[in-house]
């Protein structure tokens, strides 16, 4: 107990005499050790590299979720070190809403089909976008706060373990100072032997704070080398976190082209589906016709009498005899009937050829990588 009490005082000898020397070095009524330039370089390296590193965790847990709310939800379930429930994404809600309306509408419908195809791409957008976030958190923000909680928390304690020492070695020479000042003073006055005793006194006061300067001293450079060697490790840190900056932006790309070629296969799926719908929607006028495909004129344009073959004009003979290809212009919009046609758009211009065998009616037309065939009453063969 005896122990306790005297290794208490000492403790609170320290710490009074730590904040005498900080509020007098605020006040400018006492000097104050200054590090050298390169332990304060590295200090303000490492400052920065917390604030930027913080910085940058914040906005990434930002991009990879934007609500703030689930953002909030997820820091409790981590702060009660339970796991977080599996939730669906915004991607996988939608399609799940695509493909149950889908299935409402009919899978036997082109809009029932596409809806559904829709939602299934939907939903593998979003179990990409979830593979992208564990990824992320893994390989880039786990590594960024595992600098944050572990080794600038070390750094920190150092540094204030540094900043101890600084003040303890600032009050052994505040005392040194004083002591040194005090046995002067008794020297000049030293004719008597009561002031022969104060003397020796101060003498000895000297000593002793000599000797506390000492050990101040080589405490605070053994704490220095220590910071020192652990603040030039920030290098190493930089090298890290480069590492998983590559890690992130290959994470990014491989998500970003995996979305992309979700998408450009859903295009090539939802390409077919005009052509079924004009197909479905003509399918009574085909059954009429007994099964022939009739290319249906728009309404302002059908009191217009179609030329019969017999009546072609010379420039669509010539490129019958000629088994060549000519520009036409398109005069009204046409949707294909069937797989073997072609859709047409107002006042665009293709490539028309004629094809042994085929309908005197019709054309073969070409517009890129699509080809079909093109009825000749909705064109105009141009020079």
């Known amino acids: ?59 990434t847990e930002v991009l990879l979720q934007p609500n703030p709310n689930v953002r909030m939800e997820e820091f409790l379930y981590e702060m009660l070190d339970r796991k ?11 399609g799940e809403c695509m493909i149950d309306s889908g299935h409402e509408f009919g899978p036997g419908t082109a809009y029932g089909s596409a809806l559904i195809k829709c939602g299934e791409t ?23 706060r595992n600098f944050i909680e572990g080794d600038y928390k070390t750094i920190s304690k150092e540094r204030k373990l540094l900043q101890n020492k600084r003040l303890d070695l600032d ?9 040194r000042v005090a046995d002067a003073r008794s020297a000049e006055l030293n004719t008597t032997p009561p002031l022969g005793e104060e003397y020796q006194m101060w003498a000895e006061e000297v000593d002793q704070a000599e000797t ?35 890690d992130f932006v290959e994470a990014q790309t491989a998500y970003y082209a995996q979305c992309y070629q979700y998408m450009v296969n859903l295009q090539k799926q939802l390409g077919s589906f005009p052509s079924s719908f004009s197909s479905n929607n003509n399918q009574s006028l085909a059954s009429a016709s007994g099964g022939i495909s009739v290319p249906s004129a728009p309404a302002a344009t059908a009191s217009l009498p179609l030329p019969a073959p017999g009546q072609a004009s010379p420039a669509l003979n010539e490129l019958r005899s000629n088994s060549g290809t000519r520009k036409a212009r398109v005069l009204y919009d046409y949707d294909a009937g069937s797989s073997t046609e072609l859709s047409l758009l107002a006042d665009e211009v293709i490539t028309v050829s004629s094809v042994p065998g085929m309908d005197s009616d ?22």
């Not at 306790?4 to 509020?23: E, K, P």
């Not at 020479?173 to 004083?178: A, S």
Request: glycine share 4%.
């Open 171 to 179: 009050a052994a020479k505040t005392r040194l100072k004083k002591a």
């Open 122 to 144: 939907q939903k593998q957008l979003g179990s990409a976008e979830k593979e992208f976030i564990q990824s992320s958190a893994i390989n880039f923000l786990t590594p960024f």
């Open 212 to 246: 506390e300067l000492r050990i101040s001293q080589s405490e605070f450079d053994r704490q220095a080398e220590i910071t020192r060697l652990l603040l030039e490790g920030i290098s190493s840190t930089h090298a890290h976190h480069l590492r998983c900056l590559n």
């Open 84 to 94: 977080v429930p599996t939730r669906a994404n915004n991607h996988e809600l939608l």
């Open 362 to 383: 019709w054309l073969m037309g070409e517009r890129g990588n699509q080809k079909g065939k093109v009825p000749i009453t909705y064109l105009e063969l141009l020079n």
């Open 1 to 59: 107990m005896d122990f306790n009490v005297r290794r208490l005082a000492a403790d609170a000898g320290t710490f009074l005499s730590r904040a005498v020397q900080y509020t007098e070095e605020k006040l400018g009524q006492a000097e104050k050790t200054e590090l050298d330039a390169h332990l304060e370089n590295l200090l303000a390296r490492a400052e920065s590299t917390k604030h930027w590193t913080e910085k940058i965790m914040r906005q």
